[in-house]
């Protein structure tokens, strides 16, 4: 099947799809989520860079070479994240506005992906390496050895004094709450290239959608 014709009959099916077919719209509340969250990162980025600005020019330029560059360079980290935060704020806004033109669908022969005017199209044949990146779904299952896991008594007095991110469980509170970009791409072997699923959560969980593109990939390939 042609792109298009996926395209248009994963929209007429509404939510009766296709038997086999993952259709994956832009989730508005995922959205609407976000341009508040970079709404919020643009006031702080451009609230705290205005104020450094006036507590630092001229004072900081005049005293020494040191006290200046240090200004400037927070000044432009915080100037960073305002500009981030509204880019980003802009292209949500730009998605939600035209959220009809989004839409990624996954059949068991075709990957098919329209963003904006754009269409890709990759037959699942082609896909290798799929890989999705970030932080994945909190694992429910039972923990093992958590006796070992529990902090000794003067573990806790000394995390207590000096805090615990010195020690092996703090350090290990704070690996798990790091988060990594979330990204989900693979390989298209036509072409070599590597072709951009979703670079967030706004069409659904990026680890479960590249179980099902594995999955599908996999057993066409098997019978081909």
Known sequence: ???????????????????GWLVLPLLKNKLTTGILGWAVGSIIGFGL????ASVTIPYNFQQSAFAGCFATALMLVTLF??????????????RLRHIEKYL???????????EGDK???????????????????????????????????GENMAGFIFGRAFFPSGQKMRRKRMR???TLA???????????VATDTSYG????????????????QQIL
């Open 180 to 182: 990594t970009p979330t």
């Open 104 to 114: 990624i669908v996954i059949t068991p022969d075709d990957f098919v992906k329209q």
């Open 81 to 94: 994240i305002g500009v981030g935060s509204l880019w980003s704020l802009i292209t949500d806004a730009r």
């Open 205 to 220: 969980d990026t680890f479960e959608i590249a179980a099902y593109l594995k999955q599908y990939a996999a057993r066409l």
């Open 186 to 196: 693979f390989l298209d072997t036509r072409t070599d290239s590597e072709t951009v």
């Open 1 to 19: 099947m042609e792109a298009a014709e996926i395209l248009e009959r994963a929209r007429s099916s509404g939510e009766e799809t296709p038997p």
């Open 49 to 52: 860079f205005a104020f450094i």
């Open 119 to 153: 269409v890709v199209h990759v037959p699942l044949m082609y896909v290798r390496h799929v890989t999705a990146r970030g932080a994945p779904p909190p694992d429910r299952s039972a923990p093992r050895n958590t006796i070992r896991d529990v902090s000794g008594a």
